[in-house]
DNA sequence: GTCCATAATGAATGGTTATTCATTTTCTTG
DNA sequence: CAAGAAAATGAATAACCATTCATTATGGAC
């Protein structure tokens, strides 16, 4: 009673207090892919929460505080998926890189809102040094990893002329890009086609290990 | 004196007005690339541009109407330089595309300010219509005609396995994605290694008609 | 030089919005 | 159940900002 009763109290409580914050989380994310960055408020978020107009500076004592963790929110979630696909024993190397590929076209990773809010802290970023450190910090991990992934390849297969380093780059740039596609103009381009793209991008970097797209 | 006295007159007075329109613009560019999008304010503007509060509601009517003619400003003059190089009769097809390259990389399109300001749209383009609609103009352009060209390359070379539309797909999203490495972290990309993922991806696509760049 | 049309100014206005905090509600503990 | 702490509420506040418009400056025509 006495020393088991203070653990589940404060438990309970704190877990409580994440539960809340991650509703308020959502409920931005949910704003800023509908109205934008610039125009999204207080009054929207927690309307959009159902919650009251005091309780986002009750969590997160103001609303800049809550836009930096709700795109830290993003960027851990992405990087997340990434990791276990890193660390996963039973994938070979190019297994590995089709895994990601597939990872960067799924559902979880690409509905149009998540893209919006990813574009959206982009374009302020410049201005807010501390968004463009969260940016850059997942776009390390990505380069440092994929980098090792081609690296392996090229001594697996005959692949003299490319450069690993540049090829993780280009890797990286030619999602943003598609990305960007997505959101801008998903009447012209389809998560299809997208996935065709990066596969011809693979199969012309390591033709020994990856397969030509179906479709020419 | 009679009618040669009413031309000057008007084009005096209406070069006049566009020449502060232009002025109007060029500060809004600066102002959005140094504070964001959403912070910038119509003071901020003005002052800028050296004049009085409420100069821009009696050139632009609105604040929002100034925001859409700058990023069509910035589009136009991307758009003009690249229309150059398609009707430049001199150029070969893969002459062109060398052309555009160097021109995707120049220090009239990506200096940081520029950048700042494309993204900063983009990053609301989802929420705004009418941003996006400006966007997916100049995308449009680019996409016919770097299609056009590198199936042109298919024809005159060996190049069985190229898509052409997926590779003018894949070349515009790569630079898209390299603009916004060199926007988030320029201390790890700069424009010479961006360079070289693009010849390296010409290169990969048609060996024949690029060279491999110089260091692998 | 005078007049007049046009351009520019910036103080005042009104609407919007983040933040505060006195009050109320909810939940835990004994 | 009582009491008290923690969480939540939302009306009030204060700051900010786009827009307006009465007033002033400018420059060309005669």
Redesign the interface.
Known sequence: MHTSAIKPAITARSASKQARRNQLIKATLHCI???????TTMADITQQAGLSLGIVNLHFVSKERLLIETLQYVADEYQQGLETIYSDQTLNVSAKIRAQANYDFSKKIIN?DK??VW??????????PTY?AI??EY??LV?RNLTALFDNLKRAGDY????PA??A??Y???????W??L???PR??SVT?AR??VN??L???FPQHFK?PT??
Chains 1, 2 share one sequence.
Do not use: H, M, P, Y
């Open positions: 892919a509908r109205k934008g960055l610039s125009s149009r893209l919006a574009f959206a802290f982009w374009g302020e970023a410049k201005a807010r463009s940016c850059a776009d390390d380069a003299d002329n490319i450069n540049r090829a780059r280009a990286t740039a030619l999602t943003d890009g598609l960007l596609d959101l801008i103009s012209k381009l086609k065709e793209v011809d991008f199969f012309s970097q030509l479709t020419i």
